[in-house]
């Protein structure tokens, strides 16, 4: 980690009080369904929030959410709190994404796509892993954005780009440029945030699965996958679904499932 972008982390505010309530009620065994609604219903911008997630055609559901006891039933505590999450943590941060040639409103369809992509592909075999998965797609890519202000700050913006040009790889453009990448940098500002261990090892391990601890690497590998599937730019190519689906089958996971996710998610 660069000295530049650490202070930067350090700098960030801590989460908001609704982050930490909806972390403390996850987090604790003896919680429940109810207790996370209760927790949610007393915030309605961010319900409004969740509810228009919730409510994305790449969910696939055929009647509209409209109470967040029907998502949490819907969708499982795991999922709903990366909605929530998502929403929250990206109101910290100012957004200027240009170094990577995408606009916020794109930075917002990316994190939503993988999501979507994590979660019709894994809600019906992998489903006791969307706990962690759900808020990791979501969150994965948040690095970017403190590598983009440190980018432009340095004056780099043309030296990225050629970077990009060079190796056709997001993390290698940013390590070149700016020492660090993307999921390195999100691990790093979720480990200050005080998340739950396992969250950070599978974000930050997410390009070398085999780096994560024993019981982090499936959800490593599924978190890669989903990445290579929706690129940067958030546009699914036969490309990008072919090398996602040569990783799938070199980790030996679900293709069938796969297949039928990528599918709505186009």
Known sequence: MTEEILKKIKQLPPLPESAMKIEAVYQNPDSNFNDMVKILERDPLLTADILKAANSPLYGFSRE???ISQAVGLFGMGTVRGFALASIVKKSFSLDLSPYGISDDMFSALSKKQHGLMTAWCLRKENKLLGVLSPAAFLVEIGKVLIAQQIIADGKQ????????????????ERKIVGVDTPEVSATIFSQWK????????????????????????????????????????????????????????????MESF???????R
């Not at 699965?209 to 940067?232: M, S």
């Not at 297949?259 to 998610?265: F, L, P, R, V």
């Open 65 to 67: 959410i409209n109470a």
């Open 158 to 173: 043309e030296a990225f780009r050629d970077a990009l040009l060079e190796f056709g790889d997001v993390e290698a453009a």
């Open 195 to 254: 998340f739950e261990d396992k969250l950070v090892d599978v974000i930050r391990n997410c390009q070398n699965p085999e780096k994560a601890t024993e019981e982090d690497q499936r959800p490593a590998k599924i978190l890669r996958v989903v990445r290579v599937a929706v690129p940067i730019n958030g546009v699914i190519t036969d490309a990008s679904v072919s090398a996602a689906k040569e990783l799938i089958t070199q980790y030996d996971l679900d």
């Open 259 to 265: 297949d039928k996710a990528i599918e709505n998610a």
